[in-house]
Nanobody, 123 residues
Framework: QVRLVESGGGLVQAGGSLRLSCAAS???????MGWFRQAPGKEREFVAA????????YYVDSVKGRFTISRDNAKNTMDLQMSSLKPEDTAVYYC?????????????????WGQGTQVTVSS
């Protein structure tokens, strides 16, 4: 079993920055990882993903140029640096781990999930 724990959420003004972290423990393996978010009344949506090697990354169009995903396999951690935040970025952010090394964008392909961390961007 893989356990994922997010941290770093909070309240920030529009235009500000936050850095989310995800720590993995348990039976970690060569897995791609991703960030998803869910705003009130909306479905969970893909935000960004990174391959096991860290060489490949992918972002949803709405965060391109503002968010950066990274990972440190030696520490079993993954981060999401968020800049130029907008009120529409407000959501609970979840980290997830796949069972393959290559990028996945569908939540159905991530069997392991963290508990989520709240990000609130005020206007």
């Amino acid at each position: 079993q893989v356990r994922l724990v997010e941290s770093g959420g909070g309240l920030v003004q529009a235009g500000g920055s936050l850095r989310l972290s995800c720590a993995a423990s348990g039976r970690t393996f060569r897995s791609a990882m991703g960030w998803f978010r869910q705003a009130p009344g909306k479905e969970r949506e893909f935000v960004a993903a990174i391959s096991w090697s860290g060489v490949s990354t992918y972002y949803v169009d709405s965060v391109k140029g503002r968010f950066t995903i990274s990972r440190d396999n030696a520490k079993n951690t993954m981060d999401l640096q968020m800049s130029s935040l907008k009120p529409e970025d407000t959501a609970v952010y979840y980290c997830a781990a796949a069972q393959v090394a290559t990028i996945r964008m569908s939540s159905n392909e991530y069997p392991y999930w963290g508990q989520g961390t709240q990000v609130t961007v005020s206007s």
